[in-house]
């Protein structure tokens, strides 16, 4: 079992930043690949980047590639989203997830723990 936890969401002004964290307790956290979702309201789970167990790999939607940065720190436990140049349409629940499996996917059905997700709520 893995425990995640998931903190740092909030309300921010379009074109803001926040950063994101995962504390992950339970199993090996080095050993999991670590993802982040969000769920806008009254939309379906999308895959927002993920990140290897070594951190040495990334990948993100192709809509948020270069501000939204996904990093990891193996010692803490902890995977983080760093989000820049908030948007209106960035305002959904964040989740985070760990998926044990060998291969890098950003399929949600991948992804076998989640946390209980953090609001972030961007305002014009």
């Known amino acids: 079992q893995v425990q995640l936890v998931e903190s740092g969401g909030g309300l921010v002004q379009a074109g803001g930043s926040l950063r994101l964290s995962c504390a992950a307790s339970?199993?090996?956290?080095?050993?999991?690949?670590m993802g982040w979702f969000r769920q806008a309201s009254g939309k379906e789970r999308e895959f927002v980047g993920y990140?290897?167990?070594?951190?040495?790999?990334?990948y993100y939607l192709d809509s948020l590639k270069g501000r939204f940065t996904i990093s990891r720190d193996n010692a803490k436990n902890t995977v983080y989203l760093q989000m820049n140049s908030l948007k209106l349409e960035d305002t959904a629940v964040y989740y985070c997830?760990?998926?044990?499996?060998?291969?890098?996917?950003?399929?949600?059905?991948?992804?076998?723990?989640w946390g209980q997700g953090t609001q972030v709520t961007v305002s014009s």
């Open positions: 997830a760990a998926s044990a499996g060998l291969s890098l996917s950003p399929m949600a059905e991948a992804y076998r723990y």
């Open positions: 339970g199993r090996t956290f080095s050993n999991y690949v």
């Open positions: 990140i290897s167990q070594n951190g040495r790999v990334t």
